[in-house]
Each structure stands twice: as structure tokens, then as C-alpha cells.
């Protein structure tokens, strides 16, 4: 494999020395750009594209030709795992991702099996290594997968939820079942994971877009636990490199003590809670993710700059930030303002990284 | 004025002694109970029942009837301020509420106005004085209103939002634009709930239901800063009873400390924050009010029981506990859980209220 040229994003989720703040944005491909419009409309749909290694690893590239960034992100879908159980992903216009066949039974979840990469998931690992090829060693190459607890939500809800009221049935009647479903599911992130870093991703990420609607209690017991059962059970070092891991719960601000507890290298945080305070809790056991609020790329460049430098003093001195956004970049926003976000980032962290001594 | 029979849900708003713990649910009056479904179809739909005094009392009353519920709420919604200001205000089938007029920019936020209680507003007061009456002191009645920000966000996308993006898009780009409409939105939330306390509400609530999608920083500037507002302003007092104010801001748990600052009485915690940790951040400044995830509503009658105990030992012992679920109940809950999770409350937490001595 060739030699990294941008190193910036892995040496700061290592919490190692850089030049300046790296950045990503969190659905850095995707609709606000013209061209992945373009793309997808000839595609036909999502799925289309990302099950498509040359077309997933050109949407992947896309953002990067536009924009100053530190890393690539496997363009991919969080349910790929559950769709490759058998569960019949598919895309309901105006209401997001739904199942054919929801888990709702012992039996639905006795009938679940750890989906081998190789086989039904081949489409993703092949991506991975076309992306990586492609990348030529420019940024690393992230990979990704949905945290057991998000994707046992979409399982039993059969699509998205509001009041996840399905799922919240099941934690609170037969958490055995659920418990039962997780396992399956953590072993088959660990598995899917594995199989990416072998593939060539370089660091990998883990989205946990809902262990924030539940109790503290809950969260410990269903999603971080699992999630604590991945860090320690994915590859760390790959080909002599340090793979990092990252956890992002969605609204999980007032639990980043305990999810660094789990081994991680980097927490990603959303804007509801300043970096200072992250940082303060987590006392520098790993490193920080995020958190610009997306919807500030609404407003000018100038009020971008002055948003990042704000995020910037938050965090303040020395290693160990990754700048991106709090959540997904929305797809309205002005790629303009996009590239604004991501030159401010560099330019104004210069001064927050001047080497010691 | 009657004296109030069971005044336990004021003396706790009030951290005063209670024999046990009071109970009440937010969206008590509502669609899980079929006498309520009876007179909404009757009536033709939601606002119909809350704009007639009559019909809005008869369905404040149908959970009180079933329920030994130690306070009843005012029937009516948060959106009547933008309504009333000449919006529009009507219900989407599956979107839920929409305006015809949303406020976009200087010249829709000038035009705005401080609406009068006594005239387009009338029929929240005549039910308030209607309900009052017809309480004849067994419980006490709760007034509220939306808070400022959770009201502009409103006003500004037209309807419910998930991005927040026009509203955003003003607060980053128009501060002081949406200074304005906040102001003119605290002055009119200010004499409603005055207003509401003269008609015969004992105690008043706001609903900040959006103040969680704002960073730290913004909270602080365009939400707690109106709540703070309407805490200075509205009557702390009518016809010598103390009349109790809660806040509360869904997914605040982070904020309790300066959300106590503003002088209000009571906080309400959603079940994302252990009250152990909520009561120690709020230092017996305020009472609090919550916090039962409504899903467990869902389960066993025994399984809600131990989920009660659970949050009354988190509590702890002493006064200042309003319990409460952590958001509205869920229309599909079988109204023999409601009744289970309200007996368990008083049942179980009488031994936290052994008098000293």
C-alpha cells in the first residue's frame, strides 16, 4: 500500500501532534452536490450507487475534488448489515429507509446470522478497496457502521420512528430478546469492520444516530455496551498502521465519560454540548470530533469563519480535534459555504498548533 | 375561591413537605383514551374541541376521572400566540400543525403584535375560569404556553421542522431579526399566562420543546434569556396563593444549573438525565418534574411499577418531586398502564415522605 500523504485526520484521532485542525464533513457525499445529484439521477436511486463499487467510489472522490479535506468516507448506508440478514432494505420517498421484514419475535430474531462480508456484503468491501486505490494515499480512507443499538431501532421499527415505540416494547419486556438481537448484531459490525480494514479503510467510525432516546441506565446496558464489544473486537493495527476507532452517540453529550471508558481513540460530539466541557470530561483519553452546528453553513462565509473560530478556542490548545460538523451536512446547504467551513478550519487552527519549544 | 382539596402538586412546585409524591402526565387529556377520541370525531378535529370553553373542559376532565391525578392541565395547544397574531394556524393529516402566514422576514416580524387574551385568545381564558370552576378544588389547574423560541420555530418554517433550517438560517444570518420576533413573542407569552392565573390557573408551565437543537451558546441567547423574561414577568401570586412556575426544555438536561438561575420554581427533566444527577445539579434550588420515558407505558403493569421505584429512589428522599413522564404519553398506551403508573407513584413513594421527627 502507498504511503500516507495527509496524515493529519489519524495523527489527531491518536491525540499526535499536527499542523493544523484536520477536517471532514459527515455526509460529505451526498445531495448538496451537483454532481452526486447528477450521478444518482442517472443511478436511479441510493442503493443503486452504493452498491456499485466504481460508482460508490467515485461519489466518495467527488467531495474531495472540491474541497481541501483530511479524510475520505466510504460512501455507504448504516442498514447494509440488516438489508444483508435478509430484511429487504428499501427507500419509501418522503419517509427514509423501511424494511420488508421487520424483527418483531423470538423466531424473527433466532432466524438472524452474522452476514458474511465476503458474500452479501461484498459490494462494500469491494468499494473499500476500490476507494483506497483510487485515493492513491492522499487521506485516509474511513469506514463505517451503524452501532447495534441504531440498527436493531430500524430493525424492529421496520423503518424510521419517532417514538420508537416498537423497539422501546421490546427493551422494556423482553430485554433478553433484545439483548439476544444485539449480539448478533455487534458480532456482525466486528465482522463487516474487519473486513473493511482489510480491505483498505484506515480508520473506522461507528454511528450511534439513536442511543440518545434512552435512559442513562438503558444506554449503558443496550447500546454502549455493544459498542464497547466492537472497539474491542476490530482490528487496531492493520499492516503495521494504528487503525483508530470512533464513537459518535447522536445527542450523547452528557455520556462522553463513560463511552471513552471503552477503549476508543476519538468521540464524535454534536454542537449541544461545547467543546470545552468535552474535553474537561474526557480528560484526554481520546480525542474529539466535531461539532459545528450544520445548519451554520445556511449563513455567509464570513459568519462561517467566525463559528469555526469560536469551535476552534472551545477545544483550544494542542492535538487531538477532528473538526466536522455536529451531524450530516444538510443538502440544501451552498457548496460554497461547504468549502468556506473547511478553509476557515485550517487556516484559523494554524496558530492553535505551533510546535513546542 | 374554593379552598384546593389535594394541594400536592403545589406544595412540591413549592419544595414543601407532601405525604407522598404528586403525579400528573403531560398530554393526559388525549387520543389514547377512547372518550377523548369520541368527542374529537364528534367535534370534527383537535382545535374545535380546544376552542370551545365547554368541550376543552369536558376533555380536561376525562383523565381525572379515571385517574387519581393530582393536578389537571389546561386543554389547548402551544401554537394559540401565532395563531391569535393572525398565522393561520390549522393541522396537516400526518404533518401535524402548519401556518398559512409563516414569518420570513423584517417586515412579517414588524407587522407582528401583542395579542390581546381578552380578544382573539378569549377562548383560552373562558376555558381556563370554565375548568377552574368545574374542578371545584380537587386538584389544581396548570395554565401554559410555548416558549419563545419553540414558538418562533414555528412561526418561521411554517410547520414542524427537522432541520430547523429557516430558523437557523435567521439566527445566524438575522440575530437581530430574531431578537425582535422573540421579544414581541415573550411580551405576548407574558400576558397570556397572566391572563390564564387571573382566569383561575393555580400554576403555570412553559414548553420549550426546541431549546435542545440549539449549541450551549445560543440556548442561553434565544431561549433561556425569553424564559427568563416571562419568569420575571408573569404573577408569582394572585389572591394570596403562590402560583408555581416550571421550564422546560426537552433535551436540557445539560442546562438545569442556568435554567435554575432564572427564578423559576420547578424544572421538568426528560428521562435522558437521572433526577440523582438533575437534583444534585439544581442544588434544592428548584423542584423537579419528570422523568419516566412514556414507552415504558408499554410494558407490564409490573414493569412500569419497578421503572417508578427506580426513579423515585433516583430522587431521592424529601420534597421538590413532581413525577411525570419525560414527554406527552403516546397515543396508542392502553389507559390501565396510565392508571398502574399513577396508583405505583402515590403508592410507592409515601415512605420517602415520612415526616421528620
Redesign the interface.
Known amino acids: 500500500m502507498t504511503v500516507l500523504k495527509n496524515d493529519r485526520y489519524i495523527r489527531a484521532a491518536l491525540r499526535q501532534p499536527v499542523d493544523c485542525t484536520p477536517v471532514w464533513m459527515m455526509r460529505q457525499a451526498g445531495r448538496y452536490l451537483p454532481e452526486y445529484r447528477a450521478l444518482r439521477a442517472e443511478a436511479g436511486n441510493f442503493m443503486a450507487l452504493a452498491t456499485n463499487p466504481e460508482l460508490a467510489c467515485e461519489v466518495t472522490l467527488q467531495p474531495l475534488r472540491r474541497f481541501d479535506l483530511d479524510a475520505a468516507i466510504l460512501f455507504s448506508d448504516i442498514l447494509t448489515i440488516p438489508d444483508a440478514m435478509g430484511l429487504g432494505l428499501h427507500f419509501v420517498a418522503g419517509e427514509g429507509p423501511a424494511f420488508h421484514n421487520p424483527v418483531r419475535t423470538a423466531q424473527d430474531v433466532n432466524n438472524l446470522f452474522v452476514p458474511d462480508p465476503h458474500d452479501k456484503l461484498k459490494y462494500v468491501v469491494d468499494a473499500v478497496s476500490t476507494i483506497r486505490k483510487a485515493l492513491n494515499g492522499d487521506v485516509p480512507l474511513i469506514g463505517f457502521s451503524g452501532s447495534p443499538w441504531t440498527l436493531a431501532t430500524y430493525m424492529v421499527e421496520g423503518g424510521a420512528t419517532k417514538?420508537?415505540?416498537l423497539i422501546?416494547?421490546m427493551?422494556?419486556?423482553e430485554p433478553h430478546l433484545l439483548h439476544s438481537l444485539l449480539d448478533t448484531l455487534a458480532e456482525s459490525v466486528i465482522v463487516y469492520l474487519n473486513a473493511q480494514i482489510e480491505a483498505g479503510a484506515q480508520a473506522v467510525m461507528i454511528f450511534d444516530t439513536w442511543g440518545?432516546?434512552?435512559?442513562?441506565?438503558d444506554y449503558k446496558e443496550f447500546s454502549l455496551r455493544y459498542m464497547e464489544k466492537i472497539v474491542a473486537g476490530v482490528k487496531r493495527e492493520h499492516e503495521g498502521e494504528k487503525i483508530p476507532v470512533t464513537l459518535f452517540t447522536k445527542?450523547g453529550?452528557?455520556w462522553l465519560d463513560i463511552m471513552a471508558d471503552t477503549g476508543c481513540d476519538a468521540l464524535g460530539v454534536d454542537?449541544?454540548?461545547?467543546l470545552k466541557?468535552a474535553r474537561a470530561k474526557v480528560s484526554n483519553r481520546v480525542a474529539l470530533q466535531g461539532n459545528m452546528?450544520?445548519?451554520?453553513l445556511?449563513?455567509?462565509p464570513d459568519?462561517i469563519r467566525s463559528?469555526v473560530k469560536?469551535i476552534l478556542d472551545s477545544y483550544g490548545l494542542g492535538a487531538g480535534h477532528i473538526f466536522n460538523l455536529g451531524h450530516g451536512i444538510?443538502q440544501?446547504v451552498d457548496p460554497e459555504h461547504a468549502k468556506a467551513f473547511v478553509d476557515a478550519v485550517h487556516e484559523l487552527s494554524r496558530p492553535l498548533h505551533i510546535p513546542a519549544g
Open positions: 417514538n420508537f415505540s422501546k416494547s427493551l422494556y419486556a440518545g432516546v434512552l435512559t442513562p441506565r445527542n453529550g452528557a454542537w449541544t454540548t461545547d466541557d452546528d450544520p445548519s451554520v445556511y449563513s455567509s459568519r463559528e469560536t444538510h440544501t
